[in-house]
Nanobody
Framework: QVQLVESGGGLVQAGGSLRLSCAAS????????VGWFRQAPGKEREFVAA????????ITTDSMKGRFAVSRDDAKNTVYLQMNNLKPEDSAVYYC????????????????????WGQGTQVTVSS
């Protein structure tokens, strides 16, 4: 069993930056793939980015490439989402999710591949 806790959200002006953290407890995180998703009011939850198991490469939604980057520190059992040049449309609740048995052929954007989800952290970008 893994528990995920997101942090780092808040209110920021357009053009600003935030770094979200996803801290895992319960089991070592090294072999888990981790994804970031977000959900704005009235919208479906959407994929943001993911990072493969330790040492693996990252995947970022095309519309967010160049602004968002995901990384991990397995020594701290934590995955990060660095968000730069934030826009009002980035306002949403951001969730991290972990896949305990990642299969490469399954799209990282597929929400059902993830076994564990955090409670989310609110990001609000003012114009």
């Amino acid at each position: 069993q893994v528990q995920l806790v997101e942090s780092g959200g808040g209110l920021v002006q357009a053009g600003g930056s935030l770094r979200l953290s996803c801290a895992a407890s319960g089991r070592p995180f090294t072999t888990y793939a981790v994804g970031w998703f977000r959900q704005a009011p009235g919208k479906e939850r959407e994929f943001v980015a993911a990072i493969r198991r330790s040492g693996g490469r990252t995947i970022t939604t095309d519309s967010m490439k160049g602004r968002f980057a995901v990384s991990r520190d397995d020594a701290k059992n934590t995955v990060y989402l660095q968000m730069n040049n934030l826009k009002p449309e980035d306002s949403a609740v951001y969730y991290c999710a972990a896949d305990s048995s990642p299969v490469e052929s399954v799209p990282y954007s597929l929400q059902s591949r993830y076994d564990y989800w955090g409670q989310g952290t609110q990001v609000t970008v003012s114009s």
